[in-house]
């Protein structure tokens, strides 16, 4: 496996990706992606894309997506991302390596802090920020309701 950034070659099966992978455990809106909605994040929005792919046969395994956290000069100094595994390649060690991949460059970047928001019930990715260092900052209780279901949702940080 390596992990590598997006190349405009990339943007169709990303987006095919997002399509298949982003569930309601990890995102309260299932995603609808476009080849030219990925690019479009990438040219308008700044946002960073990073891969994580086979070796033989560049299937990709999973995707952290990073950017600013807000738009607005006075939190330049923040990022956030978002991360997904393909679900036949989870605990495996790809989105490990994907965190700690995207927090070397935001560390050599100059960002001091890494803020980002998680399912309460997404477990698998609680363990693996709080394991990274990320802390709890707030919970928004009843934010979202999925299947009929009402669910937390958890902001996390992370100081570099």
Same mark, same amino acid.
């Given at each position: 496996?390596?992990?590598?950034?997006?190349?405009?070659?990339? @943007?169709?099966?990303? $987006?095919? @990706?997002?399509?298949?992978?982003?569930?309601?455990?990890?995102?309260?809106?299932?995603?609808?992606?476009?080849?030219?909605?990925?690019?479009?994040?990438?040219?308008?929005?700044?946002?960073?894309?990073?891969?994580?792919?086979?070796?033989?046969?560049?299937?990709?395994?999973?995707?952290?997506?990073?950017?600013?956290?807000?738009?607005?000069?006075?939190?330049?100094?923040?990022?956030?991302?978002?991360?997904?595994? $393909?679900?036949?390649?989870?605990?495996?060690?790809?989105?490990?390596?994907?965190?700690?991949? @995207?927090?070397?460059?935001?560390?050599?970047?100059?960002?001091?802090?890494?803020?980002?928001?998680?399912? $309460?019930?997404?477990?698998?990715?609680?363990?693996?920020?709080?394991? @990274?260092?990320?802390?709890?900052?707030?919970?928004?209780?009843?934010?979202?309701?999925?299947?009929?279901?009402?669910?937390?949702?958890?902001?996390?940080?992370?100081?570099?």
């Amino acid at each position: 496996m390596q992990i590598r950034d997006i190349q405009p070659k990339d @943007f169709a099966d990303v $987006a095919d @990706f997002e399509n298949e992978n982003w569930t309601g455990i990890a995102t309260p809106v299932i995603m609808s992606s476009t080849a030219e909605q990925i690019m479009n994040k990438i040219l308008r929005e700044g946002r960073d894309y990073y891969l994580a792919v086979n070796d033989d046969d560049n299937q990709i395994l999973g995707i952290l997506d990073a950017g600013l956290r807000h738009p607005i000069l006075a939190s330049r100094h923040v990022m956030t991302f978002g991360l997904i595994v $393909a679900e036949d390649f989870r605990e495996q060690g790809i989105a490990k390596a994907l965190l700690k991949h @995207f927090l070397e460059i935001a560390r050599k970047e100059g960002f001091q802090k890494i803020s980002m928001e998680v399912l $309460a019930g997404n477990e698998p990715a609680i363990s693996l920020y709080e394991s @990274f260092g990320f802390v709890l900052e707030g919970r928004q209780k009843k934010e979202f309701k999925i299947e009929g279901r009402y669910v937390d949702n958890l902001l996390y940080a992370y100081f570099l």
